[in-house]
């Protein structure tokens, strides 16, 4: 099987869980909403709620999904280019500002790929990197001083320095993932 097409079908198999995802999300924001308030003691040492919600970690967990997608084909692709082009240095041998860039910088600098028609989708690759960084290092907070550079990715929205994960930027995501990942394995 071509890579393209088990890229594609993984992608496809994460858009069909996403879809999943959204009927439970569905379910656990209405359960939450039905939850009575409760007042709770916050000098307790573990938690006395009767209802502990998860609609909060849905989409952080789908962007977790899509950036390992990534970072699976990213390996596979500059594997695959390597062996084709008999080139001596593998990906990790070349150095980025973050993995993504060095995987980028070595399939289009090293391998002499043009991806130039996927400069927008690296881009919101980058973004989703970055959101996904601050869920995995920071629980979804972003630092006063970062603020404004998150503020202006579309589809993410700040609640204080909380980010807020609006569907448009999952779908985006993953159909940048995509676009990407096809065009670097075409190449």
């Not at 790929?113 to 990197?129: I, P």
């Not at 609640?159 to 985006?172: A, H, P, Q, R, T």
Request: charged fraction near 25%; include cysteine.
């Amino acid at each position: 099987m071509k890579l393209t097409a088990r890229i594609d079908t993984d992608c496809r198999c994460l858009d069909r869980y996403f879809h999943k995802l959204y009927v439970l999300l569905q379910e656990a924001l209405s359960e939450e909403n039905a939850a009575p308030l409760e007042v709770h003691d916050y000098d307790a040492d573990e938690s006395q709620a009767i209802y502990h919600g998860s609609s909060h970690l849905i989409k952080p967990d789908m962007l977790m999904n899509i950036y390992s997608l990534v970072d699976f084909w990213m390996n596979e692709i500059c594997e695959y280019h390597r062996k084709q082009k008999n080139l001596s240095l593998g990906s990790k041998d070349i150095k980025g500002d973050n993995e993504l860039h060095a995987r980028h910088k070595y399939l289009t600098a090293y391998a002499g790929l043009n991806l130039d028609n996927v400069q927008a989708s690296y881009m919101r690759l980058n973004e989703l990197r970055r959101v996904r960084n601050t869920f995995t290092h920071g629980g979804g907070h972003v630092p006063s001083k970062r603020e404004a550079d998150f503020s202006a990715i579309d589809g993410i929205v700040l609640s204080g320095s909380l980010i807020s994960i609006e569907d448009s930027f999952i779908w985006s995501a993953l159909e940048h993932a995509k676009k990407y990942l096809q065009a670097a394995a075409r190449a």
